[in-house]
């Protein structure tokens, strides 16, 4: 099955700096990635998501970069802000199932 | 529109004891799924289900099972609970497609001691 892994478990970043949360996934029919957002206590929340025939998307302070050679993709966040901090996951998906990265969780300093 | 809802909430089981959880969309989608979430692992996928009355096992199927009678619900079961059990389970919905993005549940977090 789609082995995904995600880099770096904890981010820590001053606010107003950028953080970039890296994952790479091992099949190469994956065409669809997500990124989801989750809160303390609360349900994971889909923030960007890109689909294979796209290298690239970009939704305000978001944007994510997919690499399909190289088989990863990345999120970045600029201008971090307080309600930024959260736990993030990356899936990768073929067909309808999701697989999941362990998580990276993010703590924006003030 | 409330979109996925899990119930129940919360829940305190010993271990032995059965217990079914109820997960109901209302949004019309074909693809329904159960996961869990344990600390520093991600969500694992349990067993999903791609339309009414059917089901198939995902990565950790062992020990729950699960039915999908009507469109709009997928039930999770535990015929026995285990401590091992101890987790978040989230349900998920989508569309058609694959590549359209999964609507979660709020959760249930369920013990078993």
């Known amino acids: 099955g789609e082995n995904v892994e995600q880099h770096p478990s904890t981010l820590s970043v001053q606010e107003g700096d950028s953080a970039v949360i890296k994952c790479t996934y091992s099949?190469?029919?994956?065409?669809?990635f997500p990124w989801y957002k989750q809160e303390l206590g609360k349900r994971p929340q889909l923030i960007i998501d890109i689909r294979s025939n796209v290298g690239e998307k970009k939704d305000q302070r978001i944007a994510v970069t997919l690499n399909k050679t190289a088989k990863h993709f990345s999120l970045h966040i600029t201008e971090t802000q307080p309600e930024d901090s959260a736990v993030y996951f990356c899936?990768?998906?073929?067909?309808?199932?999701?697989?999941f990265g362990a998580g990276t969780t993010v703590t924006v300093r003030a | 529109n409330a979109g996925v809802t899990q119930t129940p909430k919360f829940r305190v089981l010993k271990t032995g004891q059965s217990m079914t959880l109820l997960c109901a969309q209302d949004m019309n989608h074909e693809y329904m799924y159960w996961y869990r979430q344990d600390p520093g692992m991600g969500l694992r996928l349990i067993h999903y289900?791609?339309?009414?009355?059917?089901?198939a096992k995902g990565e950790v199927p062992d020990g729950y099972n699960v039915s999908r009678l009507k469109k709009q619900n997928f039930l999770l079961g535990l015929e026995s609970a285990a401590p091992s059990q101890t987790s978040v389970y989230f349900c998920?919905?989508?569309?058609?497609?694959?590549?359209?993005?999964?609507?979660f549940g709020d959760g249930t977090r369920l013990s078993i001691l």
């Open positions: 289900s791609v339309g009414e009355g059917t089901t």
């Open positions: 998920a919905s989508n569309g058609m497609t694959g590549s359209q993005p999964q609507h």
């Open positions: 099949d190469s029919a994956s065409n669809y």
């Open positions: 899936a990768a998906s073929k067909n309808y199932k999701l697989s």
